[in-house]
T-cell receptor, first 112, second 112 residues
Framework: GQSLEQPSEVTAVEGAIVQINCTYQ??????LSWYQQHDGGAPTFLSYNGLDGLEETGRFSSFLSRSDSYGYLLLQELQMKDSASYFCAVRAPMNRDDKIIFGKGTRLHILP | DTAVSQTPKYLVTQMGNDKSIKCEQNLGHDTMYWYKQDSKKFLKIMFS???????INETVPNRFSPKSPDKAHLNLHINSLELGDSAVYFCASSQRLVNEQFFGPGTRLTVL
C-alpha cells in the first residue's frame, strides 16, 4: 500500500521554530511537496524536494532524505498567521503518468 | 484574474438528487484534478484529466463522473447523492510534470 505519516497536531510559540515531519511508503517516488491550508481556505503550495537536502524559501525550509523515506518542513520565526494545517504530499508514478498522494495533515497551533 | 475558480461555493441538497460542480482554470495548465476533503481534513484525489484524457480514476463510486469539455474546464457530476458525499470538493490544476498544483476555493457540499 501507499501511506504518508505526519503528526496530527503540533503546538509552538510565536517567534519560535517548529519542525513537521513526514514519513512515506509508496511504490515509486519522484518527490515530496508541502502545502499549507488555512481554515476555510484552499491548499496552497509551499515547497518541493526532488533531491536529498534542504530547500529554503524565506522563513520556511523543507528537507528530504530519500534513503530514509523521510522529510520535514521547518518553520522559523513563527507568526500567528502560520496557524494552519500543513500537508506533505508525495508525487509518485501512476500508470503512464504520475499522481499526488497527500498525508492527513498536521494542524499547527501557535500560542502568543 | 482568478487562477482556478469553482461554482458553486456552497451546495446544499437532498439525498438522491443529482448535482454538478464546475471548475475553470485560466493558467493554461494541461492537467486538472478533483479532490475530496472530508470532515477530518483528509484530502483524497478523485480524478485527474490530462489533455481531456482521464489518467487517474481512484476508487470512487461511479455515481461520480468528471466531464471535461476542454482543457480549461473540468466539471464534476454526482448522481444519486448520499449523506457520505458531504465534504468539500476542490478542483486543482497543474502543468504536467511540474510539481505545484493550484487549488480552487472549494465547494462545500452538504447532503441532507
Amino acid at each position: 500500500g501507499q501511506s504518508l505519516e505526519q503528526p496530527s497536531e503540533v503546538t509552538a510559540v510565536e517567534g519560535a521554530i517548529v519542525q513537521i515531519n513526514c514519513t512515506y511508503q509508496t511504490s515509486g517516488f519522484y518527490g515530496l511537496s508541502w502545502y499549507q491550508q488555512h481554515d476555510g481556505g484552499a491548499p496552497t503550495f509551499l515547497s518541493y524536494n526532488g533531491l536529498d537536502g534542504l530547500e529554503e524559501t524565506g522563513r520556511f525550509s523543507s528537507f528530504l532524505s530519500r534513503s530514509d523515506s523521510y522529510g520535514y518542513l521547518l518553520l522559523q520565526e513563527l507568526q500567528m498567521k502560520d496557524s494552519a494545517s500543513y500537508f506533505c504530499a508525495v508525487r509518485a508514478p501512476m500508470n503512464r503518468d504520475d499522481k499526488i498522494i497527500f498525508g492527513k495533515g498536521t494542524r499547527l497551533h501557535i500560542l502568543p | 484574474d482568478t487562477a482556478v475558480s469553482q461554482t458553486p461555493k456552497y451546495l446544499v441538497t437532498q439525498m438522491g438528487n443529482d448535482k454538478s460542480i464546475k471548475c475553470e482554470q485560466n493558467l493554461g495548465h494541461d492537467t486538472m484534478y478533483w479532490y475530496k476533503q472530508d470532515s477530518k481534513k483528509f484530502l483524497k484525489i478523485m480524478f485527474s484529466y490530462n489533455n481531456k484524457e482521464l489518467i487517474i480514476n481512484e476508487t470512487v463510486p461511479n455515481r461520480f463522473s468528471p466531464k471535461s469539455p476542454d482543457k480549461a474546464h473540468l466539471n464534476l457530476h454526482i448522481n444519486s447523492l448520499e449523506l457520505g458525499d458531504s465534504a468539500v470538493y476542490f478542483c486543482a490544476s497543474s502543468q504536467r510534470l511540474v510539481n505545484e498544483q493550484f487549488f480552487g476555493p472549494g465547494t462545500r457540499l452538504t447532503v441532507l
